[in-house]
């Protein structure tokens, strides 16, 4: 508990540095490598934070030697290896036992920053050591694993909990820098990119609308005049054929198409005599086809010999 | 996390592009592809009606009763396992039976007898009468006319007709297929 209450309170001593720069440049220590991004904060204050703003960071190239760098020039020349879980015993015993020690580590790592060699070149690994490191620090809720890392040295009281924090940085530093190891267009690539999904898009839109022979299956059959036309005459036909069967069934015309077994519908029955009759229906352009009883069109006659009525005749 | 993975806007935008023109590419032939599945789904169940009929036709002599739209004669059923209704999505059937007429020769005791001082003819035409019979029809409602096209060309003209909205299949005893 009383190393979380460290921690929000050295995140709320972070915030409001950021909104005093005046008052942060006082508070960190003149070093060219560390001054923009690495904030140590001096020893008379509860805890130290080391505020890595990993997203602004990341976006431009270098920027993972840079952090690294950073991060060794604070350390001072430590090796970035993980320590056993010894150290870490020894570092909770000291917080717990005495405040003082850690204003005391904090003050030594201030002079480590002060006494920091170049190595901006030398990039570590991240080996499985600095790894396990990692896990087993982030386990104790001591560094928080966002995209701008906070690692609060509040309970760090000895140099080797110290480094084994730090080496967590590094570690961090190379997972976020793996992540959004994003290659990034140029410019130039940009524009010729987008030319050409603009180009597929178009190409895309215009396959859509007309698609082109070489894509386009058999089409399916479809009905012509002529097919409907024919089909009201077999109607007409068949329609016919109810009244002829009910004529000899019952020996007389019905007086509607009502009184037949089956009615077509849209077929006018006209009764214009006792034994003739005529069926109209119209085709598809209107024309009106008509069926006279007394004398069928010669296409009625065509459409009889091929169908069914005549067909079991022959 | 501010984007995906080893991908930039700009190659995003180029698969979306391809995926768009591939499916553009595609289309019609997937359309034709679901068309082809409905028309033989429609000629399935005309044919397992039509044969349903047919048996029942020749067990009883009598074709099914004739029912409304949609709904399956009771004779055949049985041969509708899923359930017992024919009103889909794209289209409906129906069960009906048609009246014709038949002009048959008369049989000799129902043929006219000429009178004594008639002289004989040198031919004389058969004396015909006529004889009701039934035939069965199914009819597909639909209102693709696409669909009612490729029912008309797959079963002919001599046994089938459109009109309207409907293609109307005439079933005799033994009826060819599609």
């Known amino acids: ?314 | 996390m501010r984007r995906l993975r080893g991908l930039t806007p700009a190659d995003v935008l180029i698969g979306i592009a391809v995926g768009a023109l591939i499916l553009a590419f595609l289309y019609p032939s997937l359309r034709a592809w679901s068309f082809r599945g409905l028309v033989e789904d429609v000629i399935a169940e005309v044919e397992t009606l039509r044969s349903g009929a047919t048996a029942v036709f020749a067990q009883t002599g009598a074709w099914p009763t004739a029912g409304a739209p949609g709904r399956i004669p009771t004779e055949v059923s049985i041969h509708f396992t899923a359930d017992s209704s024919l009103v889909r999505s794209d289209y409906t059937l129906q069960w009906t039976i048609w009246e014709v007429v038949e002009q048959v020769i008369a049989p000799a005791s129902v043929a006219p007898v000429p009178f004594d001082a008639d002289a004989v003819p040198d031919s004389v035409e058969p004396a015909v009468m006529p004889v009701v019979r039934h035939v069965g029809g199914i009819v597909v409602y639909a209102s693709d006319d696409a669909l009612l096209a490729e029912l008309l060309a797959r079963y002919g003209s001599d046994v089938s007709f459109v009109r309207d909205t409907a293609w109307t299949l005439v079933v005799e005893r033994s009826g060819g297929g599609p």
């Open chain 1, 1 to 314: 508990m009383a190393g979380k209450r460290k921690k929000s309170k050295a995140r709320k001593k972070r915030k409001s540095q950021a909104s005093k720069p005046e008052a942060s440049a006082k508070d960190v220590e003149p070093s060219a490598d560390v001054e923009p991004e690495v904030v140590h904060r001096p020893a008379d204050e509860e805890s130290e934070v080391i505020d890595l703003t990993l997203d602004d960071e990341l976006d431009d190239e270098g920027a993972r030697e840079r952090l690294i760098a950073e991060a060794l020039a604070f350390v001072g020349g430590v090796e970035v290896e993980p320590e056993d879980e010894v150290g870490s015993a020894e570092a909770d015993e000291s917080a717990e036992a005495d405040e003082s020690a850690e204003a005391n580590s904090s003050v030594e790592a201030g002079e480590r920053v002060e006494v920091a060699p170049d190595r901006s070149t030398e990039i570590p690994k991240l080996t499985p050591a600095v790894l396990a490191a990692l896990t087993a620090i982030h386990r104790e809720g001591r560094v928080s694993l966002r995209g701008e890392l906070v690692l609060d040295l509040g309970d760090a009281t000895t140099e080797e909990e110290r480094d084994r924090v730090l080496a967590a940085a590094l570690a961090h530093a190379e997972m976020q820098e793996a992540i959004y190891r994003v290659r990034t267009d140029t410019g130039r690539a940009r524009r010729w990119k987008a030319v050409v999904a603009v180009a597929i898009m178009l190409l895309a839109l215009a396959t859509a609308v007309s698609p082109p022979g070489l894509v386009v299956p058999d089409p399916p059959a479809s009905l012509a005049d002529a097919d409907r036309l024919y089909g009201v005459r077999v109607a007409l036909l068949l329609q016919a054929q109810q009244i002829e069967a009910f004529r000899a069934r019952e020996g007389r015309l019905p007086d509607s198409v009502t009184e037949v077994a089956r009615a077509l519908p849209g077929i006018r029955f006209v009764k214009s005599s006792g034994r003739l009759y005529q069926l109209v229906a119209y085709a598809p352009d209107g024309e009106a086809i008509v069926y006279d009883s007394a004398a069928p069109a010669a296409e009625f006659e065509d459409i009889s010999n091929r169908w069914v009525t005549t067909r079991e005749r022959s």
